[in-house]
């Protein structure tokens, strides 16, 4: 009788977790003295992670789902590649290269709710098949389970926790409350390394990065700040914090600098004497950045955090033109009249 294929989580395979590096979370499958890994996204330290789930950790909920849904979603693959008789582990291999490294999961990312409603009735039915006349096969249940996730996931896109946050941060920039170099900064980089990723992912052109400044924006977000929240939208900071990770957009952290605010929203700063001269310096800080592909935000929120600006005789000029054409327009209507 053929073997069939283990699969397992593995962590810190490398050996090289501690107190303060990070190792990785991954899916292991091993059949036929082959194996393969499906990273799950999730980098926790030594001491947080015991008997195969996080622990101690401020978002452990979280990342254990990430990781239960991920192996789930593999399994379930495994498990119809095998009842058809058609498991090999080339085509794992490329379903992962497709599927999970290129979307991130097996499911891009659907919401965990959505992941549920589905997988549950799923595993319910997988539990009873062999004691239940039916007139439909695991088979054709699983690919039902497939197409309603990803149709359920994709009429849900704009109205998830994602997208009302970058429509709240896109809100707030529109409104003035948000501000460019103390809560973001966009930079064009033809290359970008992380904190604690010993490669740097390199572009063929220059990229527009997103460093958002999350201690400042949490304060605004979740409404520590009077006026803060567009529409009522208050969120759990941590559970945004878990989803913004794990987006597709999502580079790393990296630590770079903001500069701090008045209460008024203007620029802190220090007034100092050097030699002989009276110097206004800025006062500044470096968090650790969420850093994102902007084009990517651009492309599926439509966020815009871009700026330009005008002298106000330019913006005088267009109001005007604006105007005189507004008031030519009936006298070129009445002139084409027969009479």
């Known amino acids: 009788m053929a073997s069939l294929p283990t699969i397992k989580v593995v962590f810190d395979r490398r050996k090289t977790a501690s107190l303060t590096k990070k190792a990785s979370v991954e899916i292991e499958v091993y059949y036929n003295r082959q194996r393969t890994r499906i990273s799950t996204g999730v980098s926790v330290l030594k001491q947080q992670w015991k008997n195969g789930v996080v622990v101690s950790h401020p978002e452990a909920k979280a990342l254990n789902e990430t990781i239960r849904n991920i192996y789930d979603a593999i399994s379930s693959r495994v498990d119809l590649m095998v009842k058809n008789d058609k498991f090999d582990m080339e085509t794992l291999k490329k379903t992962k290269e497709t599927e999970v490294e290129k979307s991130a999961d097996f499911l891009d990312w659907p919401e965990d709710r ?29 690919d039902i389970t497939v197409a309603g996730i990803r149709y359920q996931n994709d009429g849900c896109k704009k109205n998830t926790e994602m997208a009302e946050f970058w429509e709240v941060i896109d809100s707030l920039h529109s409104q003035g409350r948000i501000i460019e170099k103390a809560h973001f900064r966009i930079k064009y980089l033809t290359e970008f390394r992380a904190i604690g990723r010993s490669e740097a992912i390199r572009f063929a052109k220059a990229k527009p990065v997103l460093f958002l400044n999350a201690p400042a924006v949490s304060s605004l977000y979740t409404g520590r700040i009077a006026g803060g929240v567009v529409n009522g939208k208050v969120g759990n900071w941590a559970t945004v914090m878990t989803y913004l990770k794990v987006q597709p957009s999502f580079l790393g952290l990296k630590q770079d600098r903001f500069n701090l605010l008045l209460p008024n929203g ?21 968090p650790k950045a969420l850093c994102f592909d902007y084009e990517m935000l651009k492309e599926k929120y439509s966020l815009n955090l871009e700026t330009s600006s005008v002298r106000e005789t330019d913006f005088d000029a267009d109001e005007q033109q604006e105007t005189s054409i507004s008031e030519a327009s009936p006298v070129s209507q009445q002139e084409e009249l027969p009479f």
Do not use: C, I, Q
């Open 114 to 142: 959505v992941l549920d409603n589905w997988v549950v009735p799923l595993a319910t039915f997988r539990t009873l098949e062999s004691v239940l006349r039916l007139p439909f096969s695991y088979t054709d249940m699983f």
């Open 266 to 286: 203007s620029f802190d700063y220090t007034v100092e004497n050097e030699n002989g001269s009276t110097v206004r310096k800025l006062k500044v800080n470096r």
